[in-house]
C-alpha cells in the first residue's frame, strides 16, 4: 500500500512563494519502487471540486500542468529520495486550497487523464494566500 504525506503549506502573502513536499512510502516497510508511479498535485477549495494543479511522468520526463498556474508552478520529483515537489511562486489569493498528491491505482509511466484514476492519496497541506 503506497502512503503519501504532503507537507510545506501555510499562510504567504499575494506573489510570494512555497514549495510543496509530498513524500512517498509504502505501509509495509518494503522498498518503495516509486520511479513506477507518476504522481499528481491537486487541490480543493472550499466549495470547489478538487482540480488537478499538476502532475509528473515516472521518471520525471514529462510535466503537465493547469493552465491557471502554468509559468508560476514547477513540478519535480527524487526518485532517489522518493519525494515529489510544487514550487509555486507569485501565488495569488485564488490559489487558497487544500492541496493534495496522489498516485495512481495502477503503476504506469505517463499521467493518468482524470482523478478517477487516482486511488494513492495524501491527507492535504493547506495554503493560504492572503494580506
Known amino acids: 500500500q503506497l502512503q503519501l504525506v504532503e507537507s510545506g503549506g501555510g499562510l504567504v502573502q499575494p506573489g510570494g512563494s512555497l514549495r510543496l513536499s509530498c513524500a512517498a512510502s509504502?505501509?509495509?516497510?518494503?522498498?518503495?519502487?516509486?520511479?513506477?508511479?507518476?504522481i499528481g498535485w491537486f487541490r480543493q477549495a472550499p466549495g470547489k471540486e478538487r482540480e488537478e494543479v499538476s502532475c509528473?511522468?515516472?521518471?520525471?520526463?514529462?510535466?503537465n500542468y493547469a493552465d491557471s498556474v502554468k509559468g508560476r508552478f514547477t513540478i519535480s520529483r527524487d526518485n532517489d529520495k522518493n519525494m515529489v515537489y510544487l514550487e509555486m511562486n507569485s501565488l495569488k489569493a485564488e490559489d487558497s486550497a487544500v492541496y493534495y498528491c496522489?498516485?495512481?491505482?495502477?503503476?504506469?509511466?505517463?499521467?493518468?487523464?482524470?482523478?478517477?484514476?487516482?486511488?494513492?492519496w495524501g491527507q492535504g497541506t493547506q495554503v493560504t494566500v492572503s494580506s
Open positions: 496522489a498516485a495512481p491505482f495502477q503503476v504506469t509511466y505517463q499521467c493518468p487523464k482524470g482523478i478517477p484514476y487516482f486511488g494513492f
Open positions: 509504502t505501509s509495509s516497510g518494503l522498498p518503495l519502487p516509486l520511479h513506477y508511479y507518476p
Open positions: 509528473i511522468s515516472s521518471s520525471g520526463g514529462s510535466t
